[in-house]
């Protein structure tokens, strides 16, 4: 595995897909950064992460190649990694908020982006984005976010972790999606729950299901069921949730 590790980039996605594009090695490389400046979050949002306190780190594995339709496969294997990691380090009611979010209880504690260069259908060059909010105590203007420290009361070794964490997703990414599948969808934040959301034009209630191969989160409505994709839609945040 080849570690780089940065005082600060703006985004460890676009340093590392830099880097490919110039030097192609054959092992995973990782790109990891003491302070992210201008971290991206899926669909535009930005993720914040205080300096020297949080991993910020993106993970490459040359040999992994993926049609476009089984992306979304891939997102659910790194979260399932995520969770059973987090509960190895005492985190309990660990979920996976869709798409791409891993809560603690109600409270967000790290964030999946993965992006590709695709080629006749073909994903390449896959760089997973992953934030983990670790020792940072306040999150000013982030009402509902938490860290590894302020749930175990532990100062944690940043390199530590990300050695520990990144070493679990290179074993993982090994495994057939087929062997996640049932553990993703246990973890499904709001499952089987009546949950409010928002769209563009409207918000309603429904209960979720499952999602499907394609990423589209199923819901079950007053109406009848629902289909939404990523961009589509968005959960209402309730403070007794």
């Excluded at 476009?68 to 190895?88: I, P, T």
């Excluded at 908020?97 to 809560?103: F, G, M, R, S, V």
Aim: charged share 20%.
């Amino acid at each position: 595995m080849h570690l780089i590790k940065l005082n600060a980039t703006d985004s460890t996605n676009d340093a590392l897909r830099i880097l490919l594009s110039k030097n192609h090695s054959a092992k995973p490389t990782i790109v990891w950064a003491l302070h992210q400046k201008n971290g991206k979050g899926q669909s535009g949002n930005v993720w914040t992460s205080s300096a020297g306190e949080n991993l910020t780190f993106s993970l490459c594995i040359p040999s992994v190649t993926l049609p476009v339709d089984q992306l979304f496969e891939l997102n659910k294997q790194v979260a399932v990694c995520l969770a059973s990691w987090f509960l190895l380090h005492k985190i309990k009611n660990i979920y996976v908020k869709w798409p791409n979010d891993i809560l603690s209880g109600n409270q967000k504690i790290a964030g999946i982006l993965i992006e590709t260069s695709v080629h006749k259908a073909v994903a390449k060059s896959i760089v997973i984005g992953i934030g983990i909010n670790v020792n940072q105590l306040y999150f000013p203007n982030l009402p509902h976010a938490v860290s590894m420290r302020s749930i175990t009361k532990i100062n944690y070794d940043l390199e530590e972790l990300l050695l520990s964490v990144t070493d679990r997703l290179v074993k993982t990414l090994s495994l057939p999606f087929k062997a996640i599948d049932d553990s993703y969808t246990n973890l499904l934040y709001g499952r089987n729950q009546k949950r409010t959301f928002r769209t563009q034009n409207n918000e309603f209630e429904g209960t979720i299901l499952d999602v499907t191969p394609e990423g589209k989160l199923r819901i079950q409505t007053q109406n009848g069921e629902r289909q939404f994709a990523v961009k589509e839609l968005q959960f209402v945040h309730i403070s007794n949730q």
